[in-house]
């Protein structure tokens, strides 16, 4: 397995701001510290960039820094090191799962009253945000991930009791829909950009979608009134589509979440990209039907491919 190493080192009698900032840095990036004072990060193209930054603000603060790969550490095995980052990760999680169960053990009935709700919310969106801050350094998929999301997954169904179970979904397969043309609403945004994504990605990859207020006989329609595949109970379209299809896979699960808090805004998911994607979306305001979906597909290819990357799990540790 290759590593990238960055050590660095700012003028002594310099302030101290630029050094507290590059240890913050340090920190958001996920990076160790194995020994002998170098901060290591798996050599993935994102780590080597953030190394590379940093070493351009330690040069403009008038200190040396050095980034090199390497393939293996003298006396520090790759399974050795894979613990330590799943270490590092475990105390990130650990510190907020502690707050989250703090918050799940004060809901009762008092925090009913619309002010204690709002304020429970507001506390698990920032869990939320924050336990998605870590995931993005968890590198080799620390265990104590799942334990947290888990927590913070019972906290939401607690704060939201009357909402209706997730609807029922009926089975379709690929093969009855292909060479099938569908038809969905004019001005498409995130629901529907995400079904024309998912339709020409894993249903029917030559399919003709028509943008209209009605669709025509033969037509499968989405995402519009009386639509073969629409909203069900909490589910936006795109999530009725994955289900009924039986797709599955880390990225479009990641993308489901995306697309149901872009949609419908209602607090179930807090993920980093809904944001960034939210603004892109808002930018196409002006564009015809062709000219949102060419963009569109590229826009799900890229979240596909980021979100589908799966970290590797550490090994067996071995018993001494």
């Known amino acids: 397995m290759s590593w990238v190493v960055f050590s660095y080192s700012l003028p ?38 953030a190394f590379q930054w940093l070493a351009q603000e330690v040069e403009q603060a008038k200190g040396d820094a050095l980034l090199f790969r390497v393939e293996r550490f ?23 799962d502690a707050r989250a169960a703090d918050l799940e ?53 607690a704060l939201a009791p009357g909402e209706t179970a997730e609807a029922r979904v009926p089975p379709a397969t690929v093969a009855a829909y292909r060479g099938k043309r569908w038809v969905t609403r004019p001005r498409p945004h ?17 399919a003709q979608i028509r943008y209209a207020t ?19 109970g909490n589910l936006c379209t795109f999530e009725t589509m994955v289900k009924a299809f ?20 209602d607090g179930r998911y ?7 994607v939210d603004a892109i979306l808002k930018g196409w305001v002006t564009y015809t039907d062709a000219e949102r979906e060419t963009p569109g597909i590229a826009l799900f290819d890229g979240l596909h491919a980021a979100l589908s990357q799966v970290p590797r799990a550490a090994p067996p540790r071995k018993r001494r």
């Not at 009605?214 to 329609?221: K, N, R």
Request: net charge positive; proline share 6%; with cysteine.
């Open 246 to 265: 039986g797709l599955d896979d880390p990225g479009l699960r990641a993308i489901a979440e995306i697309v149901h808090e872009i949609d419908l805004r």
């Open 105 to 157: 053990k004060s809901l009762d009935a008092r925090t009913r009253r619309t002010r204690d709700l709002a304020r429970a919310r507001d506390l698990l969106a920032r869990l939320r945000r924050e336990h998605a801050e870590i995931a993005r350094i968890d590198f080799f998929d620390c265990p104590a991930g799942a334990q947290a999301a888990g927590r913070l997954a019972r906290i939401a169904q």
């Open 190 to 206: 995130v629901d529907r950009l995400a079904c024309a994504w998912l339709i020409r990605r894993f249903i029917n990859p030559g």
């Open 12 to 49: 002594s009698a310099g302030r101290s701001s630029p050094r507290v900032a590059v240890w913050r840095r340090l920190r958001a990036v996920g990076a160790i510290v194995p020994k002998g004072g170098v901060h290591v990060l798996p050599a993935r193209d994102d780590c080597v960039e």
């Open 270 to 276: 807090t993920r980093p990209e809904v944001p960034g």
């Open 74 to 96: 003298e006396g520090l095995s790759d399974a050795q090191l894979i613990e330590l980052f799943q270490e590092a990760r475990k105390r990130d999680y650990d510190a907020l």
């Open 214 to 232: 009605a669709p025509e006989p033969e037509e499968v329609a989405f995402d519009m009134r009386g639509a073969q595949f629409g909203h069900r």
